[in-house]
Every structure is written in structure tokens, then in C-alpha cells.
């Protein structure tokens, strides 16, 4: 899902609107810096198999940057 924020003068969001059809995922994920999605499709969805990398930490590294304000 994604919304539209303001946060000046007040912090406002807009109403939700779906990003991405998620039928078939098993899965998804966002990448370290925000700027990339992982999406699993489930067995039978037509996809091929391929490896999976999997990140660890990005929680903590989200948290860092939320408090360094953003950067």
C-alpha cells in the first residue's frame, strides 16, 4: 500500500491505494536503503525457481535512520 504524507505545518496522510496485485506472493520484503521490493511468488503461480537472498538487520538499519532523521 502506499499514501500520501505532509508533515508540515501537521503531519496528514492520504487515503491508501495498493502499490502492487499480490496474488500468488509467498512473500515479500524491502531492501535495506527503501528503495527496493522482494516479492516471492508462491509454487504454482508460473514463476521459475530462482535463489532468494535474504537481508538481515535492515530493521536496526531502518531504526538508525529514522533517528538520524532520515539520511
Known amino acids: 500500500m502506499a499514501v500520501s ?4 505545518p501537521t503531519f496528514r496522510s492520504g487515503m491508501p491505494k495498493p502499490l502492487f496485485d499480490l496474488t500468488n506472493l509467498g512473500g ?3 531492501a ?3 528503495a527496493r521490493f522482494v516479492m516471492v ?3 504454482g503461480s508460473g514463476a521459475a525457481s530462482r535463489p532468494l537472498a535474504v537481508v538481515q538487520g535492515w530493521f536496526e538499519d531502518v531504526t538508525r535512520r529514522v533517528q538520524a532523521g532520515g539520511k
Open 5 to 8: 504524507v505532509e508533515t508540515r
Open 41 to 43: 511468488r508462491s509454487p
Open 28 to 30: 515479500e520484503d524491502v
Open 32 to 34: 535495506p536503503d527503501g
